[in-house]
């Protein structure tokens, strides 16, 4: 997936400027996350406008905003924006979620965050910014969650299995609690590499579910199939 660009089936993904590509979180957050009654979406950390465009399609009343802190990929989001079906009802902030403004809180909040903190960097400035929690911490992530998210809406977030329960503290220290938890295996006998998980200030149990990537031949299993169905070409 280290393409210019990548296309899906009903828009295209310029990606040559930005530091991260398409990649399998992103496909797994923009269409697991629980967006069918969402009016208005917040896409924290857009890159390139991958799970915002995603969750376009998959909600057609949804009128989303994406948060993007590097210029060139908030610059190349926007132009991802225009160029889809969906342009008038995407738009983007520049700058911090920190630094976010807006006049409404939001019913749905999506986030594919940066969860590496104090560990190796890389060269390239614009990959550290992505990957590591420098500009964006998770008790950021939770503080400005709270502030943006309507009293009944929710959150998804997709991260490792251990910065996912750490996300988890930070969460319930705002009111935050989880309600959905999809663990994510690349095949029925791995470890779990990824939770998408959903988040409201409600109380109630938690809807577990897994799903396995591959089967036993190293394909696509039918789970993860009918996921991709309507986004990539082929499914």
């Given at each position: 997936?280290?393409?210019?660009?990548?296309?899906?089936?009903?828009?295209?993904?310029?990606?040559?400027?930005?530091?991260?590509?398409?990649?399998?979180?992103?496909?797994?957050?923009?269409?697991l996350?629980?967006?069918?009654?969402?009016?208005?979406?917040?896409?924290?950390?857009?890159?390139?406008?991958?799970?915002?465009?995603?969750?376009?399609?998959?909600?057609?009343?949804?009128?989303?905003?994406?948060?993007?802190?590097?210029?060139?990929?908030?610059?190349?989001?926007?132009?991802?924006?225009?160029?889809?079906?969906?342009?008038?009802?995407l738009?983007?902030?520049?700058?911090?979620?920190?630094?976010?403004?807006?006049?409404?809180?939001?019913?749905?909040?999506?986030s594919?965050?940066?969860?590496?903190?104090?560990?190796?960097?890389?060269?390239?400035?614009?990959?550290?910014?992505?990957?590591?929690?420098?500009?964006?911490?998770f008790r950021?992530?939770?503080?400005?969650?709270?502030?943006w998210?309507?009293?009944?809406?929710?959150?998804?977030?997709?991260?490792?299995?251990?910065?996912?329960?750490?996300?988890?503290?930070?969460f319930?220290?705002?009111?935050?609690?989880?309600?959905?938890?999809?663990?994510?295996?690349?095949?029925?006998?791995?470890?779990?590499?990824?939770?998408?998980?959903?988040?409201?200030?409600?109380?109630?149990?938690?809807?577990?579910?897994?799903?396995?990537?591959?089967?036993?031949?190293?394909?696509?299993?039918?789970?993860y199939?009918?996921?991709?169905?309507?986004f990539?070409?082929?499914?």
């Amino acid at each position: 997936m280290g393409n210019s660009w990548f296309q899906f089936q009903q828009f295209k993904i310029h990606q040559d400027r930005c530091a991260m590509k398409i990649s399998t979180d992103a496909v797994l957050l923009g269409s697991l996350a629980d967006c069918w009654n969402a009016r208005t979406i917040l896409d924290v950390g857009t890159g390139t406008g991958v799970v915002a465009l995603m969750l376009a399609q998959r909600a057609p009343h949804a009128r989303i905003m994406a948060v993007e802190i590097d210029a060139d990929a908030s610059k190349q989001a926007m132009e991802n924006f225009r160029e889809s079906p969906f342009s008038e009802r995407l738009d983007l902030f520049f700058g911090r979620f920190q630094d976010f403004l807006h006049p409404n809180q939001f019913e749905l909040l999506v986030s594919n965050p940066p969860y590496f903190e104090n560990h190796l960097k890389s060269k390239d400035p614009k990959r550290n910014k992505a990957l590591h929690t420098d500009e964006l911490s998770f008790r950021d992530l939770a503080e400005h969650t709270q502030r943006w998210l309507s009293p009944s809406g929710q959150i998804w977030i997709i991260l490792p299995p251990r910065q996912m329960e750490e996300l988890r503290r930070f969460f319930l220290s705002v009111g935050l609690r989880e309600r959905k938890r999809i663990r994510i295996r690349d095949r029925e006998a791995s470890q779990v590499f990824r939770e998408v998980c959903g988040f409201r200030f409600e109380e109630g149990e938690i809807d577990l579910k897994d799903l396995v990537l591959k089967d036993e031949n190293g394909g696509f299993s039918p789970g993860y199939q009918r996921l991709l169905s309507g986004f990539l070409l082929g499914y």
